[in-house]
């Protein structure tokens, strides 16, 4: 049975940092991109960062750029999110899951779909 | 601000059909594959519809996806309470290089 079980949430002050992790289980966990998937209350989805198997490659949505980083250990079997700098705006349930891509006919990759999310850990950003 | 574009809300009875589209542009819907997922309150996310119109195991085929050009089409037919959720759409944007959702569907079941 596939599992992802994220931790490390938590209330945090303004500029404050928090070091995300997820655990995975039920799967070869270094043959699969990895990916962060953020919910503020009551608003809808947002990618947040994506990393490759090896951890070579990682993408971030524009607004986390130089204040997020994502992380894998495979021999963990654990991704992380170290999330710096905070504000406000960045308070959110932040799930992780496994991630189904594709090349392109030039080689690229593109991640695409994402089969398996954990539970969820809660950020909460508040002075 | 998504640069993917759903319908805030859609009802309809039990056992009918809703149709919940996405709209999107070519360098996201036009060229990448869509996929859909549904949200039940309290929940994380579940994957309902990959490449454009597969079903992982599990998914009954109630659930359908479609893609013409720079839109996607997910159906849910014989509608169930069950199915009352939030429905977001998902693919890769070639220009921001970032994956991007849709704004959300939320299906009542009337």
């Known amino acids: 049975e596939v599992q992802l079980v994220e931790s490390g949430g938590g209330l945090v002050q303004p500029g404050g940092s928090l070091r995300l992790s997820c655990t995975v289980s039920g799967f070869t966990f270094s043959s699969y991109w990895m990916t962060w998937v953020r919910q503020a209350p009551g608003k809808g989805l947002e990618w947040v960062a994506s990393?490759?198997?090896?951890?070579?490659?990682?993408y971030y949505v524009d607004f986390v750029k130089g204040r997020f980083t994502i992380s894998r250990d495979n021999a963990k079997n654990s991704l992380y999110l170290q999330v710096n700098s905070l504000r406000a705006e960045d308070t959110a349930v932040y799930y992780c899951?496994?991630?189904?891509?594709?090349?392109?006919?030039?080689?690229?990759?593109?991640?695409?779909?994402?089969?398996?999310w954990g539970q969820g850990t809660l950020v909460t950003v508040s002075s | 601000q998504s640069v993917l574009t759903q319908p805030p809300s859609v009802s309809a009875a039990p056992g009918q059909k809703v149709t919940i589209s996405c709209s999107g542009s070519s360098s996201n819907i036009g060229n990448n594959y869509v996929s859909w997922y549904q949200q039940l309150p309290g929940t994380a996310p579940k994957l309902l519809i990959y490449e454009n119109n597969q079903r992982p195991s599990g998914i009954p085929d109630r659930f359908s996806g479609s893609k013409s050009g720079t839109s996607a089409t997910l159906d849910i037919t014989g509608l169930q309470t069950g199915d009352e959720a939030d429905y977001y759409c998902g693919t890769w944007d070639s220009t921001l290089n970032e994956y991007v959702f849709g704004t959300g569907t939320k299906v009542t079941v009337l």
């Open positions: 990393i490759k198997r090896d951890g070579g490659e990682k």
């Open positions: 899951s496994k991630s189904l891509g594709y090349f392109d006919s030039s080689g690229s990759y593109y991640v695409a779909s994402f089969d398996y």
